[in-house]
């Protein structure tokens, strides 16, 4: 069941004259991969294929996940009345596929892909955290708020399932965190650096992953602040079943602060290299 419509969002409020030029390129981009939700629930649908209740779990879950994309392609829409949401979308969706006839997790457990659903729903509730929190234009301040509660909903969603399939299959701690640092480091595979490259190229210019990346995490990171990494990192330990809070915590969280600025670095003097 949604927790919110598109008919809540206070449209009439746009206002183009607080609009962040940088934040708009990261809004069609997250637009194309949150519109992508039905194919996720197809997938875990399949992986979780005798699991009637988390079944239908995911498919509400797609419901949600769809609607971010609305929400964020109309706004992008609003931002750049050139910008082709349909269009775009076709392309991404041409391009990039999900692994749909899998009837396994590619994690090699269900507790493994829950644990990995747990991190990028913390990914995508610390990151619309962020964008909420410096962006000037209050359309996009309200939605991407509404979208960050909805992925810390999605969050506990995971989480609540993946504790029933941890007693199952007794992942040890180690192999949590496992998991869950391998698909963090996915945040740079082909998904999001084909996202950004249908949602802000045209037709027939060519897809270079490096600078896709680059042109995407250069500017999505610059937006994160100590505090969203701060709670990113709690979410990420009580996933893998380490203490949440505490001196760890704040010694992860800031050395995690610490290596998002030396990628932020990186990918900047890779986006100077590919608009040289």
């Not at 829950?114 to 939605?143: H, K, N, W």
Request: aromatic share 10%.
């Amino acid at each position: 069941m949604k927790h919110w419509t598109l008919d809540q969002v206070a449209w009439d409020r746009f206002d183009p004259s607080r609009i962040d030029p940088g934040q708009v390129p990261l809004v069609k981009a997250a637009a194309m991969v949150e519109h992508n939700g039905n194919d996720y629930a197809a997938y875990l649908c399949n992986v979780f294929h005798d699991d009637p209740d988390f079944k239908q779990a995911a498919m509400n879950w797609a419901v949600e996940e769809v609607q971010h994309g609305q929400a964020l392609g109309k706004w992008a829409k609003l931002a750049d009345p050139s910008f082709d949401f349909e269009e775009s979308f076709a392309r991404f969706r041409e391009g990039y596929k999900l692994p749909l006839d899998a009837s396994t997790s590619v994690r090699g457990t269900r507790t493994g892909e829950l644990i990995a659903r747990c991190m990028v729903e913390t990914g995508t509730s610390s990151y619309y955290s962020a964008l909420a929190d410096a962006t000037q234009e209050p359309v996009l301040e309200q939605v991407c708020r509404l979208i960050a509660a909805d992925e810390y909903r999605h969050f506990k969603l995971f989480y609540d399932h993946m504790r029933r399939y941890l007693a199952r299959e007794k992942l040890s701690v180690l192999g949590r965190v496992r998991i869950a640092l391998g698909r963090i480091t996915e945040t740079e595979d082909d998904e999001l650096a084909f996202a950004f490259h249908c949602a802000n190229t045209g037709l027939g210019e060519t897809y270079s992953h490096e600078a896709s990346m680059a042109g995407y995490m250069a500017r999505a990171i610059a937006y994160y602040q100590p505090h969203h990494v701060q709670r990113g990192t709690g979410m990420i330990l009580k996933a893998v079943g380490l203490p949440p809070r505490g001196r760890f915590s704040d010694l992860a969280a800031r050395g995690g602060y610490a290596l998002l600025q030396r990628k932020k670095r990186k990918m900047d003097r890779i986006l100077e290299r590919s608009e040289a």
